[in-house]
């Protein structure tokens, strides 16, 4: 499934909000704002996940028409 990321680093000034939330849940992976996981990465069920976000996404674009 091809997507572009962005790293942040939760350290870094201004990240506080990451930091109080994910100090201890590193990695944490959301998808255009909506949770997605953290701690451990499973490819299979990290992709099932993934489509499952892609299809709402794709679906609410559709729906309002973007």
Same mark, same amino acid.
């Given at each position: 499934? $091809?997507?572009?990321? #962005?790293?942040?680093?939760?350290? %870094?000034?201004?990240? #506080? /909000?990451?930091?109080? #939330?994910?100090?201890?849940?590193? $990695? %944490?992976?959301?998808v255009n704002g909506e949770f997605l996981l953290y701690? +451990?990465?499973? #490819?299979?069920?990290? @992709?099932?996940? *993934? +489509?499952?976000? *892609?299809? +709402? *996404?794709? %679906? @609410?674009? /559709? @729906?309002?028409?973007?």
């Amino acid at each position: 499934i $091809p997507f572009d990321y #962005e790293e942040v680093d939760i350290r %870094a000034p201004g990240n #506080e /909000k990451w930091f109080d #939330e994910y100090k201890y849940d590193i $990695p %944490a992976v959301h998808v255009n704002g909506e949770f997605l996981l953290y701690h +451990r990465v499973d #490819e299979e069920r990290t @992709k099932h996940q *993934l +489509r499952s976000i *892609l299809k +709402r *996404l794709d %679906a @609410k674009q /559709k @729906k309002t028409g973007m």
